[in-house]
């Protein structure tokens, strides 16, 4: 089915310990976004992608790396991952309008 | 203060009520979001708007651009409206900003 597949669904590091989330989208759009969600803040944008080969802050960029590698996919990297990084992830796309990912519960311990 | 704002943070209704969930930004905007999640935590679009109202099925979403307001309404609520309704303004480019969210239950 079209979509947004986002994998892992679970994820457990220890403080330090690095990771790759994988995004990726069948449906041929231009935007795609990074996205984390924590109890009383809502969603906070972390990068966005407005096309192919580019990529931009947002909210809450620290601790984090995005690679955009080609039009599907859009990856976000712990390098070093810390308790403050224990969050639900959203990956999603636009055309508009919003596709999101299942989302990964990543526990920072 | 937050870019946006939802109100109620949460509502409770009896089946069958009307209801209305607003939404105040205080930035220019090229478009807005309605969304729902899923208890189980998906999340999925309902409705974008630049102007005017649209309706799909019992929903109905309204935006006033000048008052940089939005309202989102749900005709005959039934118990698996039950979710987190979040409201996200488009700005510069793709830029998406998200409200809080609001927790939505419908008593049978």
Redesign the interface.
Known sequence: NAGVTQTPKFQVLKTGQSMTLQCAQDMNH??M?W?RQDP??????IY?S?SEGTT?K??VPNGYNVSRLNKREFSLRLESAAPSQTS?Y?C?S?Y?????G??TRLTVT | KNEVEQSPQNLTAQEGEFITINCSYSVGISALHWLQQHPGGGIVSLFMLSSGKKKHGRLIATINIQEKHSSLHITASHPRDSAVYICAVQTSGSRLTFGEGTQLTVNP
């Open positions: 231009n935007s976004y996205y009383g803040m809502g969603l906070r944008l966005y407005a931009d947002g909210e639900v959203f999603a636009s508009p309008p919003l596709h999101f299942n989302g």
